[in-house]
């Protein structure tokens, strides 16, 4: 079974949608309705990578990734969990994902695709590092996670040297030092080095990297066992992720709110180091920077005093328009190019994605596109500057900037009975399919029931539910659910047409979902 994806669960509808999901990607795929057979077929014929369900029957999935992992053949097996991580097989290294019950299969299917995608290249990095010569790559290929373990696994010894350049900043630099395997020192930039700087590069999505076999003399200044350093970034990494927008900004001034006699006495080391730093910078990234804790450790701490009220946070007003006009970071922007560089449908050659706009209203369909016009970047086509588009017209609604040569195009995909065919077709190599329902939900659900289900059987298509709601009108999901049975809690998004509040926010959230 070498190369092939393994699917593990007791749901048999479930079991078979994620194989077929697979199988229409080219993948190899087997199927088993327990974890007693699963781990049988395993270790017969060791597959590349194992599908194990959160509710797997006779042997769970958590012991069946513990008995993988301690077997020297199979260790290496790639292991996603689908269901609920509640004994923490992710941070504890028994899972490589967890994705939630309710993912697509779809969705399973192409993160199985993307995890095997980045094996072939972990093992083609592997091939070179068993020589004595110089690796070069770049990190949107390889994770330094990955990259390290790859090192560990070889026992190198050698000099990795990281570079970057990050939008609007200045090129950033990055070493880590391995000795048989052993991560032993790290430097980022100037100012920072051991574990502290190890984190800040682990969280690198893009740059370069080129490693060096060569004779490191220096002295020991991380001590932690690589697989347990690795393990810690993975999880601040995951903290950070989940908390990023709770945490203070880099460019923001902080100051303290209180006379240092009402300062408490007796607090934790990094708290200690953080007021300290405060009598001295007055940055959020020069305390992080000369702070010796990990960085995520210094911001939930700065946040800690914010909300006790002992430390005041000072948005500049350059800081704050400068994060209005940004609607996608850097990782988006690569993740959207790398997208549209398999060979995706792109009209002229153009880097430009496209979302298609469907609906039985017209009047919801210009409140939306009225809400489009308002993002940084986006440009309305002819057809919404006259006053369209009309419930008949398949034209563009305008054209949204991402990157450098970098687009989202805006397609209105007429919901009429009469455009049955082109719906298959302009379906084709779609980045997704918004779907305006505005209210009463029972009247949309019947004018957009043959769209839906003609969308629904294409393959790769993906579908999202935008719910308008103007002044007064409230709805429950629960209430979809039962009128779009089609309807996922995952694809679905409320936009408030008349609230007066800045839309920007929330159609960046939309945004950031349907994105690949």
Same mark, same amino acid.
């Given at each position: ?23 229409h990607r080219g993948l190899a795929v087997a199927t ?30 958590? #012991? ?10 199979? +260790?290496?097996? %790639? /292991?996603?969990? &689908? @269901? $609920?991580? =509640? ?18 299969? #779809? ?10 995608? +980045?094996?072939? %290249? /972990?093992?083609? &990095? @592997? $091939?070179? =590092? ?24 070889n026992r190198r010894t050698g000099e990795l040297q990281?570079? %970057?350049?990050?939008?609007?900043? $200045? ?219 009309n419930p008949g017209d398949l034209v563009e609604l ?119």
């Open positions: 079974m070498t190369n092939t994806v393994l699917i593990a669960d007791s749901n048999p509808d479930r079991c078979r949608a994620i194989g077929e999901a697979c199988a088993v309705d327990s974890g007693a057979v699963a781990l049988e077929r395993t270790l017969a014929d060791v597959p590349e990578l194992v599908v194990a369900a959160g509710d797997l029957a006779l042997i769970a999935a958590r #012991r069946l990734a513990e008995i993988l992992r301690a077997n020297p053949r199979t +260790q290496h097996v %790639r /292991i996603v969990f &689908v @269901g $609920r991580d =509640t004994t923490g097989g992710l941070s504890s290294g028994l899972f490589d994902e967890v994705l939630p019950p309710e993912t697509h299969e #779809r969705d399973v299917a192409s993160r199985v695709e993307a995890m095997l995608a +980045q094996r072939a %290249r /972990i093992d083609a &990095v @592997g $091939r070179e =590092t068993s020589t004595d010569h110089e690796v070069q790559g770049q990190l949107s290929q390889i994770p330094l996670t990955d990259l390290l373990q790859v090192f560990h696994m990281l570079s %970057r350049t990050e939008p609007g900043r $200045r090129r950033e630099q990055g070493r880590v030092l391995l000795r048989d395997g052993n991560v032993v020192q790290a430097h980022a930039g100037p100012l920072v080095e051991g574990e502290k700087a190890l984190y800040r590069l682990l969280s690198w999505r893009d740059g370069s990297f080129a490693f060096a076999p060569t004779r490191v003399t220096a002295a020991a200044r991380i001590l932690t066992p690589t697989r347990a350093l690795l393990l810690e970034g993975v999880r601040q990494l995951d903290e950070w992720e989940r908390l990023r927008g709770n945490l203070p900004p880099l460019g923001a001034k902080v100051v303290l709110s209180v006379a240092k006699v009402e300062l408490p006495n007796a607090v934790h080391p990094v708290t200690q180091e953080v007021l300290l730093l405060l009598e001295i910078y007055d940055r959020v990234r020069e305390i992080v920077d000369h702070c010796g804790y990990p960085d995520y450790q210094v911001l939930r701490t700065l946040q800690t005093l914010i909300d006790r009220g002992l430390v005041e946070l000072q948005r500049e007003p350059e800081n704050a328009s400068s994060d209005r006009g940004t609607l996608f970071d850097a990782l988006q922007v690569r993740q959207l190019r790398e997208w549209l560089e398999k060979g995706r449908a792109r009209r002229s050659g153009s880097m430009a994605a496209k979302v298609l706009v469907a609906s039985a209203d017209p009047g919801a369909t210009r409140d939306f596109t009225r809400l489009l016009e308002s993002l940084p970047g986006m440009e309305a086509a002819p057809a919404v500057r006259d006053g369209g588009p305008g054209h949204l900037a991402v990157g450098e040569g970098l687009g989202i195009d805006w397609i209105h995909l007429p919901a009429a009975d009469s455009f049955r065919a082109t719906w298959p077709v302009a379906c084709h190599g779609a980045l997704g399919t918004l779907v305006l329902v505005s209210m009463p939900v029972g009247d949309t659900e019947a004018a957009l029931r043959p769209l839906l289900e003609q969308l629904s059987r294409q393959p790769d298509s993906r579908i999202f539910y935008v719910i308008l709601l103007r002044k007064g009108e409230r709805v429950q999901p629960e209430h979809l659910q039962e009128k779009l049975s089609l309807l996922s809690s995952s694809s679905l998004f409320l936009l408030q047409v008349e609230s007066g509040r800045d839309p920007v926010s929330l159609l960046k959230t939309m945004l950031a979902r349907v994105l690949p």
